[in-house]
């Protein structure tokens, strides 16, 4: 397919509001020289640049103008290989997340106090255990001073301390 052809379709393809001017030396035979310039799409650029090079067409230089700021246009970056199709899938992808709400901050504090409020329940089981288990420990050893302690003044001023 002739480049000038393949331009030509792609003219027909890419027809946007955000456009740069795409500069382009084709080599077409080897004494002529072609420059070609049209309005695009960014990524329409390397779609054609990409496309010129899958079909073996020499690309002598290529270059974007946007916003008044030349940016020429490395040709080995271009293998031949799709670029809108990969890009619009990123578009895509990008449009999913950004497009999700964010949960509301009411919604976040509410979730937030009610794990703190968990971790809370589970710390003060956990006291209740050990003062539970400190008062069992401490009931054995008043049974053990009532059964074994002989000297009553001495076993009733142990007594009151344990109770």
Not at 21 to 42: G, M
Not at 69 to 91: H, W
Not at 138 to 153: G, I, K, P, R
Request: glycine residues 2%; hydrophobic residues 45%; without cysteine.
């Amino acid at each position: 397919m002739h480049w000038s052809s393949l331009i030509r379709q792609w003219l027909t393809i890419s027809a946007s509001t955000t456009m740069v001017l795409l500069l382009l030396s084709i080599v077409d035979t080897p004494d002529q020289v072609r420059h070609f310039q049209t309005y695009t799409e960014l990524e329409d650029a390397f779609e054609l640049v990409s496309q010129l090079k899958a079909t073996n067409h020499q690309i002598q230089q290529a270059y974007i103008i946007d916003k008044g700021q030349r940016i020429e246009l490395p040709l080995e970056a271009f293998d031949g290989g799709p670029f809108a199709a990969p890009i619009q899938k990123l578009q895509r992808e990008w449009e999913a997340i950004l497009s999700t709400p964010l949960p509301s901050p009411a919604m976040d504090t509410h979730n937030f106090l009610v794990s703190l409020t968990h971790q809370r329940i589970v710390r003060y089981r956990a006291y209740i255990q050990f003062i539970e288990h400190a008062i069992t420990n401490l009931q054995l050893l008043v049974n053990l001073l009532e059964a074994n302690f002989v000297d009553d003044a001495q076993k009733d001023r142990l007594l009151n301390l344990y109770r």
